[in-house]
């Protein structure tokens, strides 16, 4: 019965774990996906870099694009923000 307990809370904390990298995922698409928009970049070029090369390719993107010198600054203030609006919603 200590086994079973145990395999089922390892389950437990791996599915923790899974949704809570889909969900900072989505945040990280969802703030890239902005700031894409409001530099007037391409979104499709920077959440392709973000599925298959991860965050940094796609802010690399968006510098690329954009010429932006500090796209990493204008990341976290967009995502500050994302988070703040999402806080009132709730």
């Known amino acids: 019965m200590g086994f079973e307990m145990r395999d089922s809370f390892v389950r ?3 599915c923790k774990a ?3 990298s889909e969900v900072e995922f989505a945040e990280m ?3 890239l996906k902005a700031l894409a928009a409001e530099l007037g970049q391409d979104t499709e070029a920077a959440l392709g ?5 991860g965050l940094g390719a796609a802010l690399g993107v968006l510098a690329g694009q954009a010429e932006v010198p ?9 995502r500050a923000q994302s988070r703040v ?3 009132r919603l709730q």
């Open 49 to 53: 870099e973000l599925a298959h090369h």
């Open 18 to 20: 899974a949704w809570e």
């Open 29 to 31: 698409a969802r703030v």
């Open 12 to 14: 437990r904390e791996e």
């Open 70 to 78: 500090d796209v990493e600054a204008d990341y976290l203030r967009q």
């Open 85 to 87: 609006a999402a806080s």
